[in-house]
């Protein structure tokens, strides 16, 4: 939360794209495989000059799925320049045009406590020729990064971001007790979102002594507008749900969408400022620390255009954050670090304000870890890492009152993690882990009462990657993952089966300039289920299925 701010309590993946260089790039992959998967990459750039450097990448996909009626189309391209203005000043500029339109498929519901059984994966619950998910991205980023005297790092760095959304599903409910039959129900949702960014940071690097210093301090601000309109979908222009036979679930009804008197049609706008530091101490060669905090101010004004109301909220949010580290030898670290987060009453999309959540307080996340990290051999890693994850301040009902809401439900994940990395021989590469966690409500809150497991957290989760390379020319790839059984939903009462699955790929490097590539996902072909929306939202795994790619360089 130090670096991103707001809403970041699960975490967040930071995304970073290629950039323009000076040495010349010059790739195509071109990729084919089970169920249509179609898909090309180029990726082209050089050094047009000793100050400019250009890149170019571009995708295109064209494939269908495992499930029936269900197609994914899309493309983008992303130039980047490099300009480096002075020694010491480097201008980066990018643009990114991204267009994605896919079936939106919900999956299959559940019955009697579990995935219901069908004949095959491929089924598809509700209509999905009126299911889709369009987006369509327009995002410009500029930075300029410069160093004085080898000590201080100057950086900005600007985005502007344009979002188009359109959702619409036919999606299968709940199962009738008797299990034969399945309510239908569709609606669709546009959200337009604009947001504009930007950061400025400076880092310091200060000898104190025998202790050294590097010091970060930054200054964000933001602006986000979002508009969102949701319809309901009423079957036959009449009904907002029909039945559809289990046996044949797919169905092909006439849909109008209009807007119900519940349907959303919302403005909202967020606007942040946010001023952070951070220092990372070197007191000697076995004890470090990072010490630092984020304050930031968050205000958000929500408008709702069916009834005219207008609600807003402010509020100041401190993420702290410090660690401890000590190197009892070169290969060895333990660390022990502590983190706070916080989500806004407004959501993690920032865009939902009622009269109850415009009142409440940001929901708190606090981290505490403590861990190991060794470099057994130069070319093999290990590692463990123990942690608790407390999530206060969320919404529970009022004890003797449930028209009223307080804000003293709380859920806390603990756990342990063991991973390995690295090369057993030359030959033999290996990525792997285990994880263990325990995912809890500890006080009522108003999805869930004390002592439920919080939704699709395995307890055990294990994985493994296995790279051989008996010849320079030939790879050989092994892997297996294993997960236990989880819930679909916080109610805890449909279970998702724990599952093991085996994944293979074979690689051969023709030339310096041709490589091929092949992937097998689900090698024994089992069946699983690999996550859930809901209750009756659940995505069953993909079969067996088998991808090739062409790699050249030109």
Do not use: C
Request: hydrophobic share 35%; net charge neutral; charged share 20%.
């Amino acid at each position: 939360a130090l670096i991103f701010g707001r809403g970041v309590g699960g975490g967040v993946l930071n995304r970073v794209t290629k950039t323009a260089e000076w040495t010349a790039t010059r790739e195509l992959a071109l990729q084919g495989g089970s169920y249509g998967n179609r898909r090309a990459a180029l990726d082209v750039g050089q050094g047009v000059s000793d100050a400019i450097a250009l890149r170019l990448n571009g995708v295109y996909e064209n494939s269908d799925l495992y499930r029936d009626g269900v197609n994914v189309e899309r493309y983008g391209i992303n130039p980047t320049a490099t300009i480096q203005v002075t020694p010491r000043t480097r201008v980066l500029a990018s643009y990114e045009h991204f267009k994605d339109d896919r079936t939106a498929d919900r999956g299959i519901p559940s019955f009697a406590g579990a995935p219901i059984s069908v004949a095959t994966p491929r089924t598809f619950f509700g209509d999905p020729s009126l299911s889709y998910a369009d987006a369509l991205v327009h995002m410009g980023t500029a930075s300029i990064e410069h160093t004085t005297g080898g000590r201080v790092t100057i950086r900005n760095r600007s985005l502007f971001a344009d979002y188009d959304k359109k959702y619409q599903n036919v999606f299968p409910g709940a199962v009738s007790d008797a299990g034969n039959e399945v309510s239908i129900s569709a609606y669709n949702s546009a959200t337009e979102r604009r947001n504009l960014l930007n950061e400025t940071e400076i880092s310091y690097r200060l000898m104190t002594g025998a202790i050294s210093q590097t010091l970060l301090g930054g200054v964000a601000v933001g602006r986000q507008i979002t508009d969102n309109f949701r319809e309901t979908g009423y079957f036959n222009d009449i009904a907002t749900s029909i039945n559809a036979p289990v046996s044949n679930p797919t169905i092909a009804v006439p849909v109008s969408f209009r807007q119900s008197a519940s349907d959303p049609n919302n403005h909202s706008s967020a606007t942040s400022v946010a001023l952070y530091g951070q220092s990372q101490i070197v007191f000697s060669t076995h004890w470090q620390a990072i010490v630092g905090a984020r304050y930031e101010r968050f205000d958000v004004n929500f408008y709702n255009l069916r009834t005219g109301e207008a609600l807003s909220r402010k509020d100041d949010l401190v993420s702290p954050r410090a660690a401890l580290l000590y190197k009892p030898a070169d290969a060895v670290t333990l660390y022990s670090s502590y983190s706070v987060s916080a989500l806004p009453s407004s959501g993690d999309q920032f865009s939902s304000l009622t009269v109850t959540t415009e009142t409440l307080e940001p929901e708190k996340f606090t981290n505490y870890e403590l861990g190991v990290k060794w470099d057994v051999l130069n070319r093999l890693s290990v590692a463990a890492a123990a942690y608790r994850l407390d999530r206060t301040n969320t919404t529970a009902p009022h004890p003797t009152d449930p028209a009223r809401t307080l804000q003293t439900g709380s859920q806390r994940t603990k756990g342990f993690e063991l991973s390995v990395t690295g090369g057993i021989t030359p030959e033999w590469q290996i990525i792997g882990g285990y994880a263990n966690q325990d995912a809890t409500i500890t006080s009522l809150t108003s999805a869930a009462a004390p002592g439920a497991r919080v939704p699709l957290v395995p307890k055990n989760t294990v994985s493994l990657w296995n790279r051989y390379q008996p010849t320079p020319a030939l790879g050989v790839g092994l892997g297996v993952i294993y997960q236990d059984d989880v819930y679909a939903a916080i109610d805890d009462s449909v279970t998702l089966p724990s599952y093991t699955r085996f994944d293979a790929a074979a690689y051969y490097g023709v030339s310096r300039y041709l490589r091929l590539q092949v992937n097998v996902e689900n090698l024994f072909n089992r069946k699983y289920f690999a996550t859930a929306h809901s209750n009756n939202n659940i995505t069953p795994g993909s079969p067996r299925s088998v991808r090739a790619a062409v790699v050249t360089g030109f």
